[in-house]
């Protein structure tokens, strides 16, 4: 049955608003994107990962280290320079070193003879080498550890970035239906206000020439008063969804924005029709695709590279050091030649407690967050179930309240037109327009209760504004 469009309904809807732009989810979900304040510190928490990462990474940073002395008194009066850049590398901790030392006696007397290692030739020494760990900080050590747990923090703030959106562009979302229905309540409110109001005159003539009781206007003065009451209870609910929205909805500065009732729609969109398999299919995928999910996930691998530390951590240091060196200009013959020096240094922890511990917690940890993320897939799983069910319950209601919408129109038609033949009481048309008033509402709450399932559906399935939602296209259901 073909429901007949609500005419006492808009009759009287905003006078106010006509020449005015009405407001639409689009510009609220921009405001959203460029404003909303929780994204704006989610993207603040990016900006403190990369400066972690940043920190991080400044274990390789070159350093150089001098030391310089003297003895200006005393039978040996020596002079003493030593210079060198250390260059750690990424590659397996192998670290490159180059330097520069000088080591001459002010006087004749020389260098004492207990420190003739600091002596050189007249233009100094130059030396470079290596220093390679073979087990322990070898495949992993501290700084390449900070610096990989350091890029899964910048993954996880990008992962709390776009969370927030997904949540913020879900709660605007639902702000702004909630206006738009507000919107559409007091519209019922007003019409049903003005259908007592017009007929008062009319019942007063009627009064007056005595074919109708004065109780019957009586009774009709009171529906006014209950109406102007209902009125005011739907007005201040408009202002209160209006301030909520003002959250979302926001100026150039950032500001929130009360949104005016003149930029109200016309109406709330009617339901489509969803695929009923269309939540088992999206079920698969969008566990996955869940922001919580990927950030616990994140912080899993984290913890493995805790316990990769903490598992090195517990073997012998075995480090290999490899160094050549030249002295330069006059000197002893022995220190003509170029010199090639190796050294290995063995260091086995007898007890190693703390990589241990470090150990054991990393595990415990990633155990934890494993046991968290199953739950957040099993969650994201029921959720889409959810979304999926009140929205087809949404539609189902609101085909109802259609159905019921136009039965109870034709009556209250019916009703008004026999009242104004003298058959029939106002009680009765009374009751018949409070009935079409009310089921007006229902058709309303059902096409708001339809986009904050819509709302939650997509919030679901991680979806953003301008993503494909495969479940969101479809026709309206044919009728019954």
Aim: hydrophobic content about 45%.
């Amino acid at each position: 049955m073909k429901t007949r469009a609500l005419a006492f309904l808009v009759a009287s809807a905003w006078s106010a608003a006509v020449g005015a732009q009405p407001v639409d989810l689009t510009t609220v979900l921009r405001s959203v994107e460029s404003h909303f304040p929780l994204i704006v510190a989610a993207e603040r928490d990016r900006d403190v990962a990369d400066a972690d990462l940043l920190s991080a990474e400044g274990a390789f940073d070159p350093q150089w280290r001098t030391r310089a002395g003297a003895g200006p008194l005393g039978y040996y009066q020596p002079l003493t320079l030593d210079t060198m850049l250390t260059q750690p590398t990424p590659l397996w901790g192998l670290q490159l070193f180059a330097g520069y030392r000088f080591g001459q006696g002010l006087t004749y007397t020389g260098m004492p003879i207990y420190d003739g290692k600091q002596e050189t030739s007249s233009l100094g020494e130059v030396r470079a080498g290596i220093s390679i760990p073979l087990w322990r900080n070898g495949p992993i050590d501290r700084a390449r550890a900070s610096i990989r747990r350091a890029e899964i923090g910048r993954t996880v703030a990008s992962i709390g970035v776009a969370q927030q959106r997904i949540e913020a562009v879900r709660a605007g979302t639902v702000a702004y239906w909630e206006w738009v229905a507000a919107g559409q309540r007091l519209v019922v409110a007003r019409s049903l206000l003005t259908l007592a109001e017009g007929r008062d005159a009319g019942l007063g003539t009627r009064v007056a020439r005595g074919d109708l009781p004065q109780f019957e206007r009586t009774d009709n003065s009171r529906a006014i008063v209950q109406r102007q009451g209902f009125v005011v209870s739907a007005r201040r609910a408009l202002e209160q969804t209006a301030i909520g929205l003002s959250l979302y909805l926001r100026d150039g500065a950032g500001e929130p924005s009360l949104p005016d009732p003149a930029r109200l729609p016309d109406s709330l969109p009617d339901p489509v029709w969803i695929e009923p398999g269309c939540a088992a299919r999206e079920g698969r995928t969008a566990a996955a695709r869940r922001p919580e999910v990927r950030r616990l996930e994140a912080l899993q691998a984290q913890q493995e590279v805790e316990r990769a530390l903490a598992e090195n951590q517990r073997r012998p240091a075995i480090d290999l050091t490899v160094a050549v060196s030249q002295d330069l200009g006059d000197g002893s013959e022995a220190r003509r030649p170029p010199v090639l020096e190796a050294g290995l240094v063995l260091d086995i922890p007898l007890r190693n407690r703390a990589a241990d511990g470090r150990a054991r917690a990393a595990t415990a940890t990633a155990a934890r967050l494993e046991a968290q993320a199953r739950m957040a897939r099993d969650r994201a799983t029921a959720d889409l179930r959810d979304a999926a069910s009140a929205m087809t319950a949404a539609l189902q209601r609101w085909r109802v309240a259609r159905t019921e919408l136009g039965l109870a129109g034709t009556l209250a038609t019916q009703e008004r037109a026999r009242f104004s033949l003298g058959e029939g009481t106002l009680l009765v048309v009374n009751l018949r327009e409070q009935a079409e008033a009310e089921a007006a509402l229902r058709a309303v709450d059902a096409q708001a209760e339809f986009q904050r399932a819509l709302a939650a559906w997509r919030l679901a399935v991680a979806a953003v504004p301008g993503d494909a939602a495969t479940c969101e296209a479809g026709a309206t259901p044919t009728e019954e």
